[in-house]
T-cell receptor, first 113, second 111 residues
Framework: NAGVTQTPKFQVLKTGQSMTLQCAQD?????MYWYRQDPGMGLRLIYY???????DKGEVPNGYNVSRLNKREFSLRLESAAPSQTSVYFC????????????FGPGTRLTVL | KNEVEQSPQNLTAQEGEFITINCSYS?????LHWLQQHPGGGIVSLFM???GKKKHGRLIATINIQEKHSSLHITASHPRDSAVYIC?????????????FGKGTLLTVNP
């Protein structure tokens, strides 16, 4: 089992460019999450998907969109990147909700110039 | 708004020492998670607690719901325990899916 995989591992964008971060899990989990991690701050939830076909906003959703393509895949899209979106992005999955262990992907380090 | 505070922010220990990392929070919770972030960046879940105490190998996690406090203990610390340890809580009555994370405690264990 690969667990949770993310692509790409690193990305540099110019302000205004768009990109999609991909995430997939092979644990048959219902719930998937996108977080960002910034220096001096805790992980912050961007969006989550409680189950296939549903998505909901987290703490910091502005500037992002998500798609739960199927049970395995959950993508995060930046339509018009801004320097404030420079961060490390983590995808995670869990069997159900916040009472369950979350399994994290390796992260994507994104720099917006 | 729930605040999750961890102490200390940084901790340096000698191999073999007993380590304690603390987490306090400001509102009622239904679950508390301890996670470990390796120097390479990967994040691994260590424990999920809703009451009492859990043990896994040299790691022990305790929680006191009334005092809104949890501790993570590492016995016989080893350089490979060097990592950032993160506490996260799920609020009672809040979204079932949202966790509030602390900023982490950076632990360095010297040989």
């Amino acid at each position: 089992n690969a667990g949770v995989t993310q692509t790409p591992k690193f990305q540099v964008l110019k302000t205004g460019q768009s990109m999609t971060l991909q995430c997939a899990q092979d644990m048959n989990h219902n719930s998937m999450y996108w977080y960002r991690q910034d220096p001096g701050m805790g992980l912050r939830l961007i969006y989550y998907s409680a189950s296939e076909g549903t998505t909901d906003k987290g703490e910091v959703p502005n500037g992002y969109n998500v798609s739960r393509l199927n049970k395995r895949e959950f993508s995060l899209r930046l339509e018009s990147a801004a320097p404030s979106q420079t961060s490390v992005y983590f995808c995670a999955s869990s069997e159900a909700d916040g009472m369950d262990t979350q399994y994290f992907g390796p992260g994507t380090r994104l720099t917006v110039l | 708004k729930n605040e999750v505070e961890q102490s200390p922010q940084n901790l340096t220990a000698q191999e073999g020492e007993f380590i304690t990392i603390n987490c306090s929070y400001s509102v009622g919770i239904s679950a508390l998670h301890w996670l470990q972030q390796h120097p390479g960046g990967g994040i691994v879940s260590l424990f999920m607690l809703s009451s009492g105490k859990k043990k896994h190998g040299r790691l022990i996690a305790t929680i006191n719901i009334q005092e809104k406090h949890s501790s993570l203990h590492i016995t016989a610390s080893h350089p490979r325990d060097s990592a950032v340890y993160i506490c996260a809580v799920k609020e009672s009555g809040g979204s079932n899916y949202k966790l509030t994370f602390g900023k982490g405690t950076l632990l360095t264990v010297n040989p």
